[in-house]
Nanobody
Framework: VQLQASGGGLVQAGASLRLSCAAS????????MTWFRQAPGKEREFVAV????????DYADSVKGRFTISKDTAKNTMFLQMNSLKPEDTAVYYC?????????????????????WGQGTLVTVSS
């Protein structure tokens, strides 16, 4: 599986950005796709997850109400709409994928639980 993340950039606080993650290669019956981020000097952290063949999504508390994760199954692409960006959202954003046992098995938030990773896209929010 290959994951290609894009859409990062430099924006001012309060602005919006939309990240994309295109998946290609091997396919699975069920899987979860997730956004993580890693700020300078900090550990990689969970941002949002979506079940690919089900209706489920979930978010880190720090982004709830501001970020929205979505998918286009026809294009094998996941998105992260980020609104009301804050300087503390500055990080490299990574997309990740892991196969799951069912469409309802999706809530995986640990870095170690993911098999496949994209290369990351940098988001910088200035104050």
């Amino acid at each position: 599986v290959q994951l290609q993340a894009s859409g990062g950039g430099l924006v001012q606080a309060g602005a919006s950005l939309r990240l994309s993650c295109a998946a290609s290669g091997r396919s699975f019956s069920n899987y979860a796709m997730t956004w993580f981020r890693q700020a300078p000097g900090k550990e990689r952290e969970f941002v949002a997850v979506i079940s690919w063949n089900g209706p489920h999504t979930d978010y880190a508390d720090s982004v709830k109400g501001r970020f929205t994760i979505s998918k286009d199954t026809a294009k094998n692409t996941m998105f992260l709409q980020m609104n009301s960006l804050k300087p503390e959202d500055t990080a490299v954003y990574y997309c990740a994928l892991r196969p799951t046992l069912s469409r309802d098995s999706y809530y995986f938030t640990a870095v170690s639980e993911y098999n496949y990773w994209g290369q990351g896209t940098l988001v910088t929010v200035s104050s």
